[in-house]
């Protein structure tokens, strides 16, 4: 069936104008009913946010989401849009997406009055109907609300015209939703300005009162501390949001994984077999859950899960790297790679203290700590006691990032209890596996003091 295409034709379709509150709590309830997935790509938010977010819906209510960087808050509210109707009629020709009945700007009353049905309509998609804006200490009332225009003043239109108005971003964004991020960063003077704006509608510009009823929900994030820290955020336009959902980083290692695995750089396929083993999986994963709990890392600006996806994304980097030197097609990352996490990691974490040497002690330690998390849930110690008899009567074994595959096979076959500890990682037959399982469990072993390991260069050397 062909859209109207005038305001005439929208009428006689019967169409209802729905306010946007009106239209995402339509749209809210009926996916609600149908048990739809209304924030894909969102992990771990099933049980505590998203409910929370739905609530606020429900209520007709603007939003804060406070949480340190990395929780995901710029994802959700850009997820928003997929509460609106796919497209909607707006009045063609005017500055902003008009209400096609009840225009609330000059120029469009003025269409609509010279028109009437014939006034032409143009159907606006949900993509172009959200509008983001990062606060910054610039940002100016022009930027978010409007300004007069000098060229139409020019044209000879006075000042108290309404028609010499440069709208903001906020009024383009009218029958949308509008973001301020990091809102607690804009100046007073312009928090003040939002004021009007949530909720008497009222705007002064230059000294010209209008009245602008704008069809938006103004939606904001913040991070926790600046948002309750006495003079960042007025208090006025904190009573202005009705609703305030605190987002978390992921609760347990599977969501953490989860994300992981999601937001890596994926490039096309190549000719390379990439198997990860689980547990080099949850050692990525437990090293920025522990930075999340360091007191060496600064807890308030938080441990992003993008920390966890650069760590992942360079330890496979590594172990490609190793497959192409070595002439080997399977891709597996092993113990020995973990350090080359290191330059990813320290970009994404803030330490207290600073000192020539710490930062290096301290993220080695994350990761020591990680990797035996990570098998003191895998293994007990006495079902490896044959192991480590072998390496108290003199063994000694080296290993490193650049060791071939097949070396480790002879390792496994002929240290009595290994190849079983082997198989229980489900690494038996194949040599890259193999290589990384070994590598995990005399790691293991050395972090739980019944290994002694030693480097020497680039390479790591266990012994009784």
Not at 85 to 110: M, N
Not at 355 to 373: T, V
Not at 382 to 393: I, M, N, P, T
Request: negative net charge; contains cysteine; hydrophobic residues 40%.
């Amino acid at each position: 069936m062909e859209k109207p295409r005038t305001v005439g034709e929208l009428r006689a379709s019967g169409y209802k104008v729905l306010s946007v509150r009106e239209e995402m709590r339509k749209n809210l309830i009926e996916k609600i009913r149908k048990d739809e997935q209304i924030f894909p790509g969102i992990v771990g938010f099933e049980e505590s946010v998203i409910p929370a977010i739905q609530n606020a819906i429900l209520a007709g209510q603007d939003i804060i989401f406070l949480g340190e960087r990395g929780q995901a808050k710029s994802r959700i509210i850009r997820s928003l849009v997929n509460l609106l109707d796919e497209e909607i009629p707006v009045l063609a020709g005017c500055e902003i997406p008009e209400h096609p009945f009840e225009p609330i700007t000059r120029s469009g009353r003025d269409l609509l009055a010279e028109q009437g049905d014939a006034a032409p309509i143009n159907w606006l998609p949900r993509d172009n109907r959200y509008g983001e804006k990062l606060a910054t200490p610039d940002i100016t009332i022009a930027d978010l609300i409007g300004e007069v225009d000098p060229i139409k003043v020019a044209e000879g239109r006075y000042l108290s015209d309404e028609l010499t108005i440069h709208f903001g971003l906020i009024p383009r964004t009218n029958r949308g939703i509008f973001c301020i991020n990091e809102l607690p960063d804009l100046a007073e003077r312009i928090q003040v300005g939002l004021l009007n704006i949530m909720e008497e509608r009222d705007v002064q510009i230059r000294g010209y009162r209008i009245r602008l009823p704008l069809d938006v929900v103004v939606v904001a994030s913040a991070n926790p501390e600046d948002y309750t820290n006495r003079g960042r955020i007025i208090t006025p336009l904190k009573d202005r949001y009705g609703a305030q959902i605190r987002t978390h980083y992921p609760r347990n290692v599977d969501h953490e994984i989860d994300i992981m695995e999601r937001e890596m750089w994926q490039f096309p396929a190549e000719d390379y077999k990439v198997t990860v083993p689980q547990y080099m999986k949850e050692i990525v994963a437990e090293i920025t859950r522990l930075a999340r709990r360091s007191p060496d890392v600064n807890q308030r600006s938080g441990v992003s899960v993008r920390a966890s996806i650069a760590d992942y994304e360079s330890l496979l980097a590594n172990a490609l790297r190793r497959a192409i030197r070595l002439g080997e097609d399977e891709v597996v990352p092993r113990i020995s790679d973990l350090p080359y996490i290191v330059p990813a990691i320290c970009g994404k974490i803030e330490l207290e203290t600073v000192e020539d040497g710490r930062e290096d002690q301290i993220i080695d330690k994350l990761i020591q700590g990680g990797a035996a998390a990570v098998f003191n849930r895998n293994f007990n110690i006495g079902e490896l006691e044959d192991v480590v008899a072998r390496f108290k009567s003199g063994l000694s074994l080296d290993v490193s990032d650049v060791m071939p595959s097949r070396d480790y096979v002879k390792v496994a076959k002929s240290i009595e209890g290994l190849d079983r500890a082997v198989t229980k990682l489900g690494a038996s037959g194949d040599p890259a596996l193999t290589a990384a399982a070994v590598e995990f469990i005399l790691e293991g072993l050395h972090l739980n003091k019944r290994l002694n390991k030693d480097r020497v260069g680039g390479r790591a050397q266990y012994r009784g």
